[in-house]
């Protein structure tokens, strides 16, 4: 009898949605929201990080603290993303959205609506310091233009938030994506990848702080994690599972559900 690796037991499903959350692992103050965006144009900013999951645990912690149980369930993150195809990498399934040495990478498998739901609970959070910078600010996640523009950064004819070319003239790899070039562990017929085998290339998500920074100091707009935008069920950036053609800037993706390889970033306007 074959055996489906990607059947995981009901008890671990169930261990998935109860929240065993310590506390945050850093305080979240008007400074450090400030520094974590760059300007864009003149009212709008862009977070230089997708969004990691010591950020995101952060903002669960909050939510589950002041009794916003409803609003918990909707933002709570789905880790059987790790087991559900492309992607099978059943230890992440414990451990990328709990242990420490994961809190700088992006958060993923979460939903749309758990990402609005961060962008407002960010927008009330910093817009109740005392000590802000800013009068008034909304977070949000950007529509297709605003995340072009800062992908472009200072070059409206870059093909790629790093540039031209995903290789710089030393030979070094600018973003973290699927590379044609090195061979990965695929199961014959369903081409799954076999994150497994393939974390000794590079080939899954990176810290949000990683690769190169484009010319406006925005990093990973191109591969990492790709990033849900203001319209439902719409990606850009590929991620590190999309060979070059999807990290175009230029290029989009659809998505029904949410995936160990989609995250987000949000931007802030002043209003």
């Not at 230890?91 to 758990?114: F, L, T």
Request: hydrophobic residues 35%.
């Amino acid at each position: 009898m074959k055996t489906n690796k990607f059947a995981i037991p009901a008890a671990i499903i169930f261990i998935l949605f109860i929240s065993s959350f310590k506390n945050p692992y850093v305080g979240l103050d008007s400074s450090t929201i400030e520094n974590s965006v760059v300007e864009i144009s003149d009212e709008v900013f862009c977070s230089k990080y997708e969004v990691s999951n010591q950020l995101y645990n952060t903002f669960l912690h909050d939510l589950k603290s002041n009794n916003r149980l409803e609003d918990f369930g909707i933002a709570q993150i789905d880790s059987t993303g790790w087991v559900r195809k492309p992607v099978y990498f059943e230890a992440m399934v414990h451990e990328y959205h709990r242990a420490e040495k994961y809190a700088n990478y992006p958060v993923v498998n979460i939903s749309y609506e758990g990402a609005a739901l961060f962008c407002d609970w960010l927008t009330k959070k910093y817009n109740s310091f005392p000590d802000r910078k800013f009068k008034n600010v909304e977070f949000y996640l950007p529509g297709k233009e605003e995340w072009t523009l800062a992908a472009s950064g200072k070059s409206k004819d870059a093909v790629y938030s790093c540039g031209n070319s995903l290789v710089n003239e030393k030979g070094m790899q600018m973003a973290n994506y699927r590379r044609t070039d090195i061979p990965l562990g695929l199961d014959e017929g369903d081409k799954t990848i076999d994150i497994g085998s393939a974390v000794s290339v590079g080939e899954i998500l990176a810290p949000v702080k990683s690769y190169w920074e484009n010319d406006l100091g925005v990093y990973n707009l191109s591969g990492n994690a790709a990033e849900m935008i203001s319209e439902k069920g719409i990606m850009k950036g590929g991620s590190f599972k999309d060979e070059s053609e999807q990290l175009k800037i230029d290029s989009q993706q659809i998505y029904t559900e949410p995936a160990s390889f989609i995250g987000f970033r949000y931007f802030m306007r002043k209003k």
